[in-house]
T-cell receptor, first 110, second 117 residues
Framework: DAKTTQPNSMESNEEEPVHLPCNHS???????IHWYRQLPSQGPEYVIH???SNVNNRMASLAIAEDRKSSTLILHRATLRDAAVYYC???????????FGPGTRLSVLP | EAGVTQFPSHSVIEKGQTVTLRCDPI?????LYWYRRVMGKEIKFLLH????????ESGMPNNRFLAERTGGTYSTLKVQPAELEDSGVYFC???????????????FGEGSWLTVV
């Protein structure tokens, strides 16, 4: 199973950009890179996903390295509501499950 | 549009009793997944339904756990008999397409919190 590596925790100030890194050196050519986040006492929530090109949506941006061995989730202006655990997950085969690691716990300071 | 709904949200039962968790996926989603997080551990996959069929049940911990999906709609996860180590939060999720391979989004419910005492 392809694995991802993320920092255990990060801190940001409110209204500043946040860059959450993820390393996935064993990614296969068909793996999508998914980001989910989990707010306290809630289920995981979809943030963004991509394959090769950078992606933008209303929540965040995903920057994918050219060799695809790493990616960065970018929150352009962190809010207190963005405090959560962020998971970087790879999809590698049809129908297989998500493998959650410990993720990155993001704290946002007012 | 309603999201993935789970019932009950919280349950406290005694060791040896039975608990049944229910999940209603997003309407039209053929794929339904169960995950759980037990105390101090990471979220782990339990099983995956495609419509009413079990596609992958490799994550089911033992035969005390039984999952069903009647008519390809809602799903139930029964734990019988419950043990202390079963305490945790059980998440249900659903998706429209094949899942990860095509990059389709998986939507999670808020979870059913189970405490076995």
């Amino acid at each position: 199973d392809a694995k991802t590596t993320q920092p255990n925790s990060m801190e940001s100030n409110e209204e500043e950009p946040v860059h959450l890194p993820c390393n996935h050196s064993t990614i296969s050519g068909t793996d999508y890179i998914h980001w989910y986040r989990q707010l306290p006492s809630q289920g995981p929530e979809y943030v963004i996903h991509g394959l090769t090109s950078n992606v933008n949506n209303r929540m965040a941006s995903l920057a994918i390295a050219e060799d695809r061995k790493s990616s960065t989730l970018i929150l352009h202006r962190a809010t207190l509501r963005d405090a959560a655990v962020y998971y970087c997950i790879l999809g590698w085969n049809y129908g297989q499950n998500f493998v959650f690691g410990p993720g990155t716990r993001l704290s946002v300071l007012p | 549009e309603a999201g993935v709904t789970q019932f009950p949200s919280h349950s406290v039962i005694e060791k040896g009793q039975t608990v049944t968790l229910r999940c209603d996926p997003i309407s039209g989603h053929d794929n339904l997944y169960w995950y759980r997080r037990v105390m101090g551990k990471e979220i782990k996959f339990l099983l995956h339904f495609v419509k009413e069929s079990k596609q992958d049940e490799s994550g089911m911990p033992n035969n005390r756990f039984l999952a069903e999906r009647t008519g390809g709609t809602y799903s139930t996860l029964k734990v019988q008999p419950a043990e202390l180590e079963d305490s945790g939060v059980y998440f249900c999720a659903s998706s429209q397409g094949p899942g990860q391979y095509s990059g389709n989004t998986i939507y999670f419910g808020e979870g059913s919190w189970l405490t076995v005492v």
